[in-house]
């Protein structure tokens, strides 16, 4: 029989978490209810912030804006190597395998613009709600502050689904 509620009118309602006629008693609808919004208002954040930490009882910390997250989601992806992610082996770029590959004796500007096309094909694949306005690549030849190992990497784009909202996001880096 469907676990029926009474209101004050004398209506019957049936209650849609258990309309098949479930009943317990440990499986109240006002506990389902009080723990649901005893955890949302806690936790109120996008995605993850890295690297992980915690935060109140036991949750991560999170981003709470749409660009922390969308900032956070293009540096995850650059850094994360094809290959790695279990169910999905495409996902990611060859950066961190070309930052081993900056003292090895290849065309610097081959090696930039090799870069500049992982960033526009991951970002264009994995991330389509976002249009790149400009990739810039810099190494110590144009940054001072960048040593021989390091490339630089700034990224201007829109966040097409948040009227247009623009941002940059600003990454180093360094082979091991």
Same mark, same amino acid.
């Given at each position: ?61 999170? !981003? /709470?804006?749409? @660009? #922390? ?9 650059? $850094? ?68 021989? !190992? /390091?490339?630089? @990497? #700034? ?9 247009? $909202? ?11």
């Amino acid at each position: 029989m469907p676990r029926e509620n009474s209101t004050a009118g004398g209506e019957i309602t049936i209650d849609p978490f258990y309309p098949d006629g479930y009943v317990s008693t440990d499986q109240d609808r006002a506990q389902i209810i009080a723990q649901k919004e005893k955890y949302a208002a806690s936790v109120g954040s996008i995605n993850f912030k890295f690297p992980l930490q915690s935060a109140n009882r036991g949750f991560f910390q999170g !981003n /709470q804006t749409t @660009i #922390s997250a969308v900032r956070e989601d293009i540096k995850t992806l650059l $850094m994360t190597v094809k290959g790695e992610r279990l169910m999905n082996k495409d996902m990611g770029t060859n950066i961190p395998v070309f930052a081993g590959q900056l003292f090895e004796p290849i065309h610097k500007s081959e090696l930039l613009e090799k870069i500049r096309m992982e960033v526009s094909v991951a970002i264009e694949n994995y991330l389509p709600f976002i249009r790149l306005q400009d990739v810039k690549l810099f190494t110590n030849d144009e940054d001072s502050n960048l040593t021989v !190992n /390091q490339v630089r @990497i #700034s990224i201007a784009y829109i966040i097409t689904d948040q009227q247009a $909202m623009a941002d940059s996001v600003t990454m180093t880096v360094t082979s091991a």
